[in-house]
């Protein structure tokens, strides 16, 4: 059975930092494109950060130079730096396994940025 568990979220500050973690099981991070989404209220889900199998990573332009996407294989964990978090990071964050034909998602974290 797959499992993802995502853990590190909280209430941070404007500016401040934070580190997501996401521990797999039924997977190997090594064999899985790996990958962070975040969803804010009433807008769609969307991709925040993702690492291929051969350890290609991938950000949006939006958000190039204020995350880090990185994973211990083996300790199955997946991890998404923040840095200089602004209110707009606000949103739930997903952890996603996917390989042809296979996808599956953890239950989300919930990050808020507010003073």
């Known amino acids: 059975q797959v499992q993802l568990v995502e853990s590190g979220g909280g209430l941070v500050q404007p500016g401040g930092s934070l580190r997501l973690s996401c521990s797999a099981s039924?997977?190997?991070?090594?064999?899985?494109?790996m990958g962070w989404y975040r969803q804010a209220p009433g807008k769609q889900r969307e991709l925040v950060a993702r690492?291929?199998?051969?350890?290609?990573?991938n950000y949006p332009d939006s958000l190039k130079g204020r995350v880090t996407i990185s994973r211990d294989d083996a300790k199955n964990l997946l991890y998404l730096h923040m840095n200089n978090l602004k209110p707009d990071d606000t949103a739930i964050y997903y952890c996603?396994?996917?390989?042809?034909?296979?996808?599956?998602w953890g239950q989300g974290t919930q990050v808020t940025v507010s003073s």
């Open positions: 039924g997977v190997s991070t090594s064999l899985y494109a």
């Open positions: 690492v291929t199998e051969g350890g290609m990573t």
């Open positions: 996603r396994a996917d390989r042809i034909g296979q996808i599956y």
